[in-house]
């Protein structure tokens, strides 16, 4: 464990934290504990867990469970502090799975926002159920023929009236358009 | 949705779709041309218990599984579609290549094409030939746009489909088919 107060941010540190962010975790703590420790090099410098650190303060914990980490140089640290973040992005959810999980929180009557989900996201997740009916098309064989018929635009009305005429009584649509 | 990456808004109707009409067997092998991330098809398998053996295509570099890698319309033509139960072509756009291909071989089971008809403005070549459509089409495609849906109907009793079952929203349509050997 190591006071607040002690741990120094990363200079260069180039993961931005919203507040909402801050605040959701800060939630997460207070819910399940402070899990996982914040991992500092051996002059108390924050490598990973600066979210988990505003956290920390912001519910007003004085002591965090921190990981010295002594076996990587100053060079390695510098592309790590990057590098644990980056690599969270590479992961995405496998929404049905999620779904189930989410369902089954609800059920244990938990709070499904403890999950880090906002409610409108808790909502979306749970509307994903069916929503389209299910129906039968049978498909005639090639029952269509399509002609196209290129004529002058100084064409005369009444011709195209007749020949729209004509294509209606066949059972046939016709479609204008020019180039 | 924070962290997910793709618009599955309509994901639990593709899966209730194969779900109810995967064959009857305790162990399906499955073809998926548009390879991804195999969401649906783990869905499937929680939701009917089957083992499904699922082989993928994707041409895309950052595939970590095993799979076909490789352009799905070379690919699909060198192997033996026999072996498999199902193929999917969860494609967005329009499989006409591959569904002719499919319809043109000895592969006997399941198609499930998911596409988003957006395609009648450049009608698929393969269809347009098929159809027998002029050339001069291309130029005109307000002509054909309205009609597209049935148009491509019109082209999967062309390849031989005889019915199809389909969940449709707007453009977005969801079908399957049975094909025989």
Redesign the interface.
């Given at each position: 464990m190591k006071k607040t107060g002690e741990l120094k941010e990363y200079e260069k540190n180039s993961r931005v934290h919203t507040s909402e962010q801050i605040k959701k975790i800060s939630k997460s703590i207070e819910n399940f504990g402070f899990n996982v420790p914040i991992l500092i090099d051996s002059e108390g410098t924050v490598i990973s867990g600066h979210g988990r650190l505003y956290a920390a303060k912001h519910i007003g914990l004085k002591e965090v469970p921190t990981i010295k980490i002594e076996h990587m140089s100053k060079e390695k640290i510098k592309a790590f502090v990057i590098a644990d973040n980056k690599l969270h992005d590479e992961?995405?959810?496998?929404?049905?799975?999620l779904q189930?999980e989410i369902n089954e929180i609800v059920k244990l009557s938990l709070d499904p926002e403890i999950t880090g989900?906002a409610e409108d996201?808790i909502k979306?997740?749970l509307d994903?159920?069916?929503?389209?009916?299910?129906?039968?098309?049978?498909?005639?064989?090639?029952?269509?023929t399509?002609i196209?018929i290129?004529l002058p635009n100084s064409s005369d009305v009444k011709m195209l009236e007749d020949l729209e005429k004509t294509v209606k009584n066949a059972g046939g649509?016709l479609?204008?358009?020019?180039? | 949705m924070a962290g997910t990456k793709t618009d599955n808004h309509y994901t639990a109707d593709k899966v209730a779709l194969r779900a109810g009409n995967i064959p009857d067997k305790k162990e399906i092998r499955v073809l998926d041309c548009f390879g991804g991330r195999g969401v649906i098809w783990r869905a499937v398998a929680r939701k009917t218990g089957k083992n499904i053996i699922r082989t993928a295509i994707d041409m895309r570099s950052d595939i970590d599984y095993v799979h076909l890698h490789g352009d799905n319309t070379k690919v699909i033509k060198s192997i033996d579609l026999k072996q498999f139960d199902v193929i999917d072509l969860d494609a967005y756009g329009v499989p006409a290549d591959i569904i002719k291909t499919v319809q043109g071989s000895d592969f006997s089971g399941v198609v499930f094409v998911t596409m988003i008809q957006t395609m009648f403005g450049a009608i698929p070549r393969i269809i347009q030939k098929d159809l027998k459509m002029p050339d001069s089409v291309k130029k005109i495609p307000s002509l054909v746009a309205k009609d597209g849906w049935n148009i491509f109907l019109n082209w999967l009793g062309y390849v031989g489909v005889k019915r199809i079952k389909i969940r449709e929203k707007n453009r977005k349509r969801y079908f399957c088919y049975t094909k025989e050997a």
């Open positions: 992961s995405f959810f496998d929404e049905l799975t189930d989900f996201e979306k997740i994903m159920d069916e929503k389209l009916k299910e129906k039968i098309v049978e498909i005639k064989p090639m029952t269509t399509y196209l290129e649509v479609s204008y358009g020019g180039n | -």
